[in-house]
């Protein structure tokens, strides 16, 4: 076969020539020169872009290859990273579903063009979340877990008339920051209540003076940034006695294995659903769960779907609550902000199919095991101390005898992403993609790096 003397140019251009001509011909003009004429001269860059040489198709693949190939990643490195984003198995079925055209669409559908197929998902998505959480209502997904949160805080300022917002000190620093700017704007106020430093939990007598004024909602997040599971019962008690929200966050494995926090007294529930069949990604799309006790539905940010009956009298699916500004006036807007987060709704609602109630118990169960196996290795190397006593679920906070970030970085050297940096603690997270021989083999890293740290 006779060979290009030059590679093979596949340029990707949106006008030829003619279309060009046609389309200045229709303003009155005869040059692309003309076209810019109205821009002054001294703003100009009269000269062409500095870049490199055009790349033939799969030269262009190789190049791009390469340069993703200087990433570190969890298929490069083996991982420990979590506070609130965690690396789980997704079953193939979850993106071979996801990906067919009838449902793909970058666009998010608004009522006259939701089928029932993508309603029926979302209902479905809705009822799998609502026995999750506990809670009757929840809404057709959110940007994410921190808006999520933020969202659910006003929600309960709208529903109680306060702007006082009293949240647990140890939710995640990022989540903290996302609250805050919800509220400032708003004219609301976040005041944190103090953890009890053995435990790492919420420390009630803190709850309870914070509550010398009154507040619309508490925030509780669990687990918190420490990895510590939280007392949602207690928090209840106070709240309802000072007549409060209580809002938790939480990590949606551990519904799987705990009792809902509906059940346990939080009237509004919230979660980041990245675990439920999402990828890692640098910062998303990502899927906020709000799910609300149903006198609160009139204050739900974002589209509730629900069963209504067509003209004929059959049962079918509808958007039956839109409350964003593109919907109502702006005043009447519970929220201008939120949007839906319709596909990834999709895949969480695939992948807890899939799973199943068995599967999705096994997966938390192995993330549990998993990290107490772990956490009883890393324990053993000396001068490694637990940050708190509390329980915890799959994730966990250590004291180091040796600088966190420089550890951390002698690990990333030998390709291990050990953890977070969370108040001066190392907080590692252990899911059920981590085999037995992955976890000895970080333990023993974790122990020599640390006896080098040390010397």
């Known amino acids: 076969m006779e060979r290009h003397p030059e590679p093979l140019v596949c340029g990707y251009n949106v006008h030829r020539e003619a279309d060009r001509k046609a389309m200045l011909e229709a303003l009155g003009l005869t040059s692309i020169a003309d ?58 079925v979850v993106d071979s ?80 920051s996302v609250l805050e700017l919800y509220m400032r704007g708003r004219g609301g106020e976040v005041v944190y209540v103090a953890a ?40 209840a008690a106070l709240c309802r006695q000072h007549e409060a929200l209580l809002q938790v966050s939480c990590y949606p494995m551990t519904l799987a294995l705990l009792k809902p ?21 640098a910062g998303g799309p990502y899927l906020g769960v709000l799910a609300c006790e149903k006198r609160l539905r009139e204050f739900m940010p974002g589209r509730l779907v629900g069963e209504v009956r067509d ?26 902000m939120c ?3 319709a596909h990834q709704a999709m895949r969480a609602a695939i ?9 999705f118990r096994e997966i938390a169960t192995q993330c549990a095991g998993k990290a107490r196996y772990l956490h009883e290795k890393l324990l053993a190397i000396p001068g490694v101390e637990p ?12 004291r180091l005898p040796c600088s966190v970030p420089v550890f951390l970085e002698r690990m990333l050297e030998r390709r291990v992403f050990a953890g977070f940096e969370v108040e001066e603690h190392l907080l590692v997270a252990v899911t059920e993609v981590k085999t037995r021989a992955e976890l000895d083999e970080a333990a023993a890293l974790f122990a020599e790096t640390i006896g080098a740290l040390g010397r």
């Open 196 to 235: 009890d430093p053995i435990s790492g939990r919420l420390d009630p007598r803190s709850l309870q003076a914070s509550f010398a004024r009154p507040a619309a909602t508490f925030i509780l997040q669990t687990p918190n940034s420490l990895g510590i599971l939280e007392d949602i019962p207690a928090a």
């Open 387 to 398: 940050a708190a006593t509390g329980p915890f679920f799959n994730e966990f906070a250590l």
């Open 97 to 176: 579903l996801t990906s067919s055209e009838a449902l793909l669409t970058a666009y998010t559908p608004y009522q006259p063009e939701l089928s029932q197929g993508l309603l029926q998902i979302l209902f479905e998505y809705q009822r799998m979340l609502s026995l999750l959480s506990g809670l009757r209502v929840v809404n057709s997904s959110l940007y994410d877990g921190a808006t999520a949160m933020a969202e659910a805080a006003w929600m309960a300022c709208s529903a109680t008339g306060r702007r006082r917002v009293l949240a647990s000190s140890r939710i995640w620093p990022e989540w903290k």
């Open 351 to 359: 992948y807890l199919a899939a799973l199943g109630e068995r599967g």
């Open 311 to 336: 003209i004929h009298g059959k049962p079918a699916l509808a958007l039956v609550l839109e409350r964003r500004e593109q919907q109502v006036s702006r005043e009447k807007a519970t929220s201008n």
């Open 261 to 281: 926090p509906g059940e346990l007294g939080a009237d509004i529930v919230t979660c980041e659903g990245q675990p439920l069949g999402l990828p890692l990604s």
């Open 339 to 341: 949007t839906n987060q």
């Open 35 to 92: 076209l810019f004429s109205p821009i002054p001269q001294e703003v100009r860059l009269d000269r062409e872009l500095r870049l490199p040489a055009p790349h033939n198709e799969w030269a262009l693949g190789k190049h791009l290859r390469e340069l993703a190939g200087r990433n570190a990643s969890t298929r490069s490195h083996l991982s420990f990273l979590g506070g609130g984003i965690y690396e789980h198995h997704i079953p193939a």
